[in-house]
T-cell receptor
Framework: DGGITQSPKYLFRKEGQNVTLSCEQN?????MYWYRQDPGQGLRLIYY???????QKGDIAEGYSVSREKKESFPLTVTSAQKNPTAFYLC?????????????FGDGTRLSIL | GENVEQHPSTLSVQEGDSAVIKCTYS??????FPWYKQELGKGPQLIID?????GEKKDQRIAVTLNKTAKHFSLHITETQPEDSAVYFC??????????FGTGTSLTVIP
């Protein structure tokens, strides 16, 4: 089945440690996104990518980094500079730029601090 | 940029009753409005969407209405069932793969 796979489902970070969240899609979508979800705040955009080897900052990019070396993959690194990383992280994709189609979401990664 | 407001934040209804969730948006360029349902521990799933050239769309027990003049759109769920209990998000898109989300409505359907 086509879809978006996020891993791991749960992740723990120690102080000063960088961690990487995986997102893979087999929908042949051009655009991919990372959102952070906190209770009562909806979805906030961290980074998005419209095409391979290109990405843009969203509203809350500080303390995060991404790469888009392959169309199928858009990993998110939560760096030690992100002082409050505890949240539910959602990856999404959509078909291509300029076409009004919905985003498809993975089932998320819950990140906690040890 | 676009600002999407969603109300109410929580909603409880008796099984069989209707539920209505309302959203407003600020950017008149927004022309695509999807609605998502998120169950606990899962990612949001698209349940219905509407484009700006349509005023209403229905899919079985779910309907969405759009008033472009007033910049608001609403989700209507009729004959609610316990499995409808979830968090619902509205979103607005002005195109270019840009999406702006409301803060979510936690719906509880009481058997």
């Amino acid at each position: 089945d086509g879809g978006i796979t996020q891993s791991p489902k749960y992740l723990f970070r120690k102080e000063g440690q960088n961690v990487t969240l995986s997102c893979e899609q087999n929908l042949n979508h051009d655009a991919m996104y990372w959102y952070r979800q906190d209770p009562g705040q909806g979805l906030r955009l961290i980074y998005y990518s419209q095409i391979v080897n290109d990405f843009q900052k969203g509203d809350i990019a500080e303390g995060y980094s991404v790469s888009r070396e392959k169309k199928e993959s858009f990993p998110l690194t939560v760096t030690s500079a992100q002082k409050n990383p505890t949240a539910f992280y959602l990856c999404a994709s959509s078909i291509k730029q300029g076409v009004d189609q919905p985003q498809h979401f993975g089932d998320g990664t819950r990140l906690s601090i040890l | 940029g676009e600002n999407v407001e969603q109300h109410p934040s929580t909603l409880s209804v008796q099984e069989g009753d209707s539920a209505v969730i309302k959203c407003t948006y600020s950017d008149s360029a927004s022309n695509y409005f999807p609605w998502y349902k998120q169950e606990l521990g899962k990612g949001p799933q698209l349940i219905i969407d509407i484009r700006s050239n349509v005023g209403e769309k229905k899919d079985q027990r779910i309907a969405v209405t759009l008033n472009k003049t007033a910049k608001h759109f609403s989700l209507h769920i009729t004959e609610t069932q316990p499995e409808d209990s979830a968090v619902y998000f509205c979103a607005a898109s002005p195109g270019g793969n840009q999406f702006y989300f409301g803060t979510g409505t936690s719906l509880t359907v009481i058997p």
